[in-house]
């Protein structure tokens, strides 16, 4: 089988025999072999090539026994020469993509001798993992000396070494390979043993952005951007802090330091607030029915902090023996025009749970606690939350 893609990655275009045309029942789809194909199939960590086949989407390419196996919706007649066609774009990024991380690798296993044990490149994503740990600190460190090799435009060499050749070659490889081994060489960064697609030289890369580490089975993995996946990422990320800044009326490089300065007020106003909410409940404990009055103390209030409710239902734990509750929220604020509260109830005296179970039963209400204090939330109105208590 002629393998297109090795003889020339700008090829797009191409004509092909079908070979065979199998439905698949398993994809339900029609796997079909050429004599020919410019389709990179899904390997060594990367998605495959998309386009079309016969003016038909292909679906998947796949490789098994060095045979590449197109997957289509429509069955393609064996013996017929169809017209194949490779999105160039999607193609072209990926070359970047996987480029950029055998820098990224070279330079990570030069400065600390970690290898690469896992890479993904797909649409959305591209992560690779090491054996080592990075600090973000590191990590800006290799993505700066990264970027450098771009600027300097080396080319990017495929080798096709004979086994003596090999023998005597440093090269970094994940898994043993049987036959002809391909090498991807970036002299002086990166010699690594890779099947996919790669760019002429390093200045086609355009850009890499190491945008996410994170601690991955003992070792590192490395989230990336190269090419114009970065260049997106960039812009959208300006944007947001372009729009931002002038909310603030502040400069773009003095963002942080606003937002700081805005934490730290809203924190401020928060505690003000909650200091006044506070008070508010208090006032409103006072005119609720005395002890003497009814066993128990339900209150509804709009008030939302949370500290100032449980104080409040700990306040009056201590003066009413049956349930004291406070209900925050409003009639009309759940579904169907029914109330939407949360809750939280307590008692000395009484089993809170058995509350708990009943509110369940009766209201629908989710809530959760022990015998002393329960609390969660519940959909109703107020008039049926009284008539559990059975004191309307």
Known sequence: MRKIFYEDINITEFDGKVVSCEYDEAKKLYKVLLDATAFFPEEGGQSADVGTLGGQRVMDVQIKDDMVYHYAENALEVGTTVSGHVDWNQRFD???????????????????????????????????????????????????????????????????????????????????????????????????????????????????????????????????????????????????????????STKQEQVVEGYERLKDECQTLKSKVNELQARCLSMSLDALPSPYESDNAVLFTDITDNVAIRNAVNELMEKYSGYSAVFAGGDGAGGNGTGSYRFVVGSKELDCSELAQKLRNELGAKCGGNKVMIQGSVEASQEQIMKSFEII
């Not at 898994?175 to 200045?203: F, L, N, S, Y």
């Not at 580490?213 to 959208?236: F, H, M, P, T, W």
């Open 94 to 248: 990926f070359m970047q993509q996987h480029s950029g991380e055998h820098i990224l690798s070279g330079i990570t296993h030069t400065r600390y001798g970690y290898d690469n044990v896992g890479f993904h490149l797909s649409t959305n994503d591209v992560t690779m993992d090491f054996n080592g740990v990075l600090t973000w600190e590191q990590a800006r460190e290799i993505e700066l000396e990264a970027n450098r090799i771009v600027y300097q435009n080396l080319p990017v060499e495929i080798l096709y070494p004979s086994s003596e050749e090999l023998v005597s070659m440093e090269y970094r490889s994940k898994i043993e390979i049987d036959g002809q081994v391909r090498i991807v060489k970036i002299p002086g960064v990166d010699m690594c043993a890779c099947c996919a697609p790669h760019v002429a030289t390093t200045g086609q890369i355009g850009i890499i952005k190491i945008v996410g580490v994170q601690s991955y089975k003992g070792g590192v993995r490395l989230n990336i951007l190269c090419g114009e996946r970065a260049l997106r990422d960039y812009s959208e990320k300006f944007d947001s802090v372009s729009a931002i800044a002038q909310d603030m």
